[in-house]
């Protein structure tokens, strides 16, 4: 898409009805969505990659974490074993 795209070329996202299932529905207060934000498809599914991107960056942080500090840990045990 560019700036001289005709306007029957726009691409118009694809609503999404959030149902909340019975079990739940007396439970939970409705959520309040915005007339000028609806929920869509294409949002929820960015939704879930940012949340999965977030998720995984901050279990990849731990793992960097873990095996720096096994590093510093062995590095001790081998100067403690030298002496």
Same mark, same amino acid.
């Given at each position: 898409?560019?700036?001289?795209?005709?306007?029957?070329?726009?691409?118009?996202?694809?609503?999404?009805?959030?149902?909340?299932?019975? +079990? !739940?529905?007396?439970?939970?207060?409705?959520? #309040? %969505?915005?007339?000028?934000?609806? *929920?869509? @498809?294409?949002?929820?599914? &960015?939704?879930?990659? +940012? !949340?999965?991107?977030?998720?995984?960056?901050? #279990? %990849?942080?731990?793992?960097?974490? *873990?095996? @720096?500090?096994?590093?510093? &840990?062995?590095?001790?045990?081998?100067?403690?074993?030298?002496?």
């Amino acid at each position: 898409m560019n700036c001289a795209s005709k306007e029957e070329d726009l691409y118009t996202p694809i609503a999404y009805n959030l149902e909340i299932p019975e +079990l !739940f529905s007396d439970k939970l207060i409705a959520p #309040i %969505i915005p007339v000028d934000n609806p *929920l869509t @498809i294409e949002g929820i599914a &960015l939704g879930k990659r +940012l !949340f999965l991107i977030r998720y995984f960056q901050e #279990i %990849i942080h731990n793992l960097v974490l *873990l095996a @720096i500090t096994q590093q510093k &840990l062995l590095q001790i045990t081998n100067n403690l074993v030298k002496v």
